[in-house]
């Protein structure tokens, strides 16, 4: 097969490195790819928001296979695009159509949609600049800390969770004038709630799925959780609390409920959900989907799936996934992301990036913000520049998640480039949780 997937980023990165090792990849492409894709397939220059490229880049090099990567060509109708053109009706497709994408696309479309099927999640309401005295009264029957979210899609940072009432109403009415642009024309305020975050990932091909392995990513970009939100410092995988019972109650009160009602709605799926999920005291609720893989997670879901990813994501897109059995390794993995100075405000692109930016005896290395200069130096081209990726198969938890720590530190010490920055803190609060049982 060649299979094309669209993307430039540590998340398509991982996963054309998975596709890679399939035993029915004959080509593999990505659109537009990075330095780090080029060393296992051939980029494509483009953007996967040009379907008009996309389409020639498929008919062009005989693609039998695409994987969509990021959420915009999803949310903006790829998916229709490629069902619709009689050149690309028969090309196999992994990604939802525009009305599956809506349950990343429109916060306020996903919290509707868990309400109208019972899927646990926090108390909301949704307002506008010509509702905003409503959503005042509606902030003022909240307890603090109050969550905010942009409607659209804000880069995944358009939410916000504000200490106080005042700075609430302050951030509503910034949100509402335009502080992430279009995408916070609507506002939903919801309750907040209080827990563990992880993030839980299905394949389905809208009738049947895969559970993948659960991660949890670290958003902020401080030590300790503090400072600003990011598009994510750094994962682990497995997270200790989803147990064989917190799985079961996520299979029963999330995942089986969505995917009935996406057919009882009339949405066709095949693609990835990423459930973001709060642990309340043992139950879950559901934060907000993604219609795509999660980015830095992907990067250490990746490497603990034993069985041919390729192979089912083929199976996904035929319709076939009730066919296939994921097989996941039991060895963890921790992902230590590399940013450039100042982000995620403003930085610095096209600084040189000096040592082993590649490979690594113990690590996987996936580019998420690294070009070519013209003269063929690797340089930066993002906030977030590599994510570095060890497992350990220590049958010991703790011990497991020390030595990827190790690991992953030692390579990010050995990788060079002005304002680097990296989180020296992932992985720690699960080794407490773990040894305070």
């Known amino acids: 097969m060649n299979v094309l997937v669209l993307g430039g980023g540590g998340r398509e990165h991982a996963i054309a490195w998975k596709i890679s090792q399939g035993k029915e990849c004959t080509r593999l492409f990505a659109m537009p790819g990075n330095p780090g894709t080029a060393r296992i397939g051939q980029n494509l220059a483009g953007s996967p928001k040009d379907f008009a490229l996309v389409k020639k880049a498929v008919l062009d090099n005989n693609v039998d296979m695409v994987v969509v990567g990021p959420e915009d060509p999803l949310v903006g109708g790829l998916g229709d695009f490629f069902a619709e053109d009689p050149d690309l009706k028969d090309v196999l497709f992994v990604g939802p159509g525009s009305k599956g994408a809506a349950l990343e696309g429109s916060k306020e479309f996903a919290k509707q949609f868990m309400q109208r099927h019972g899927i646990p999640t926090a108390a909301f309401r949704s307002f506008t600049a010509g509702t905003i005295d409503e959503a005042d009264r509606f902030l003022e029957s909240l307890k603090a800390p109050y969550v905010l979210k942009a409607d659209g899609l804000a880069a995944g940072k358009g939410v916000l969770i504000c200490q106080s009432l005042d700075q609430a109403k302050e951030e509503l009415r910034n949100m509402l004038g335009g502080k992430f642009g279009s995408a916070g024309n609507t506002v939903v305020i919801e309750e907040f709630l209080s827990g563990i975050e992880v993030s839980m990932f299905i394949l389905t091909d809208g009738k049947d799925y895969l559970l993948l392995p659960e991660a949890k990513d670290y958003k902020r970009i401080g030590e300790g959780d503090t400072g600003l939100n990011t598009g994510g410092m750094g994962a682990v995988s497995p997270v200790p609390f989803v147990t064989d019972d917190f799985k079961n109650k996520v299979r029963e009160r999330i995942i089986l409920p969505t995917l009935k009602g996406l057919q009882e709605e009339g949405i066709p799926y095949k693609g990835f959900i990423f459930l973001g999920l709060m642990n309340c005291g043992g139950d879950p609720y559901v934060i907000e989907y993604n219609v795509r893989m999660g980015d830095p997670e992907t990067e250490a879901v990746m490497t603990r799936i034993d069985s041919d990813l390729l192979h089912h994501l083929k199976m996904c897109a035929l319709g076939r996934l009730s066919e296939e059995k994921i097989i996941v ?109």
């Open 329 to 437: 390794s039991d060895h963890s993995a921790l992902t230590v992301v590399c940013v450039s100075g100042g982000y995620p405000e403003s930085y610095k692109k096209g600084i040189e990036i000096k040592g082993n930016a590649f490979s690594a005896p113990d690590a996987n290395i996936f580019h998420m913000g690294t070009a070519l200069s013209l003269d063929g130096k690797l340089v930066t081209s993002g906030g977030r520049v590599l994510a570095i990726t060890s497992g350990s198969r220590q049958s010991n938890a703790v011990r497991a998640i020390e030595e990827g720590r190790e690991t992953c530190y030692k390579e990010a010490e050995g990788i060079e480039f002005q304002g680097k920055y990296f989180r020296k803190d992932i992985g720690l609060d699960i080794i407490r949780y773990i040894e305070e049982g």
